[in-house]
């Protein structure tokens, strides 16, 4: 399997945290560079970055990685409309890292040795939590403030690392899609935990993209384990536990409404599910309803 250039850390993964600042850019910042590391959460809005000599559009879910002597500043940005656009920008600084097969006190760039990049919902949405945290507890002045500083600062470069495998995972796929071979025991692990899923939230909306998010894997790989061990689909087989699921509640209770139903196997439209059923038990759910139902034998 593809593995990374880069581990998290020769040693135990313990940065030094310097700062934390979330500000509105409302104008231009000196253009400058630091001897530590500083990352750069774009939280909401739209604005710019000059980067070494580059300008770069940012907007909400970018993350900036500027390592020691990178120079740069940022600034808002002209509308359509004439009107001012604005950043609002999380800063964190810290230093003492010491990636494998990278430069002491650098972290390694993102795919194809970029900058920056547009994190993907699931790792926005966690970053933006631990953003969120580390303000609130800069606001404080509780026992160990450094301390719980630092500990989601190393939650949010053990998340930057995962984002960073599985793009790494996702280029070998690519590059790979004919001949790529799984381990069984992986597979097996990763086409189980999917299916333990499905079982718990088969009531719920459930998408392929959510599934694969909340295993830090992509689409592709968990569609290719999945009907490679189970010789269908993701979806086919939601639907298929769905539709068990409907018939064990219609035979427990025939008086129950097919909309009821429905939505208790996660589907709002009782039309569309009402084809589905039919599709898979030869009856629409009325017909089978009144087949079970008590006198209707």
Do not use: W
């Not at 507890?137 to 495998?165: H, T, V």
């Not at 899609?177 to 009531?203: C, G, L, P, T």
């Amino acid at each position: 399997m593809c593995q990374p250039e880069h581990d998290i850390t020769y040693s135990d993964l313990n940065p030094r945290f310097l700062f934390s600042c979330i500000q509105d850019r409302t104008e231009e910042t000196q253009y400058h560079s630091h001897d530590f590391i500083e990352l750069v959460i774009i939280l909401k809005g739209k604005g710019n970055f000059c980067i070494n000599g580059n300008i770069y559009n940012v907007e909400e879910g970018n993350l900036i990685l500027l390592n020691p002597g990178i120079y740069h500043k940022s600034s808002p940005i002209v509308g359509e409309h004439g009107q001012i656009l604005h950043a609002t920008e999380c800063y964190l600084g810290f230093s003492d890292v010491d990636y494998v097969n990278c430069v002491q006190n650098q972290l390694p760039l993102f795919k194809d040795y970029q900058i920056i990049t547009k994190l993907p919902e699931l790792f926005k949405k966690q970053l933006f939590s631990l953003c969120d945290l580390i303000h609130a507890e800069s606001s404080n002045k509780e026992p160990g403030q450094y301390f719980m500083l630092k500990s989601y600062l190393i939650q949010i470069l053990c998340l930057i690392e995962r984002y960073r495998r599985q793009e790494c995972v996702e280029e070998c796929l690519k590059k790979d899609a004919v001949r790529y071979e799984f381990k069984s025991v992986n597979k097996k692990y990763i086409v189980q935990q999917i299916m333990d899923y499905m079982s718990k939230h088969y009531q719920e909306k459930i998408s392929l993209d959510q599934i694969a998010a909340n295993m830090y894997l992509s689409t592709y790989y968990v569609s290719k384990i999945f009907k490679s061990e189970t010789g269908d689909t993701p979806i086919n087989y939601l639907i298929s536990l769905r539709m068990q699921k409907a018939r064990e509640l219609l035979d427990a209770g025939p008086d129950c409404s097919i909309q009821s139903v429905a939505t208790a196997v996660g589907y709002e439209d009782a039309y569309h599910f009402s084809k589905l059923f039919k599709k898979y038990y030869g009856l629409s759910p009325l017909y089978y309803k009144a087949r079970i139902a008590p006198g209707k034998m």
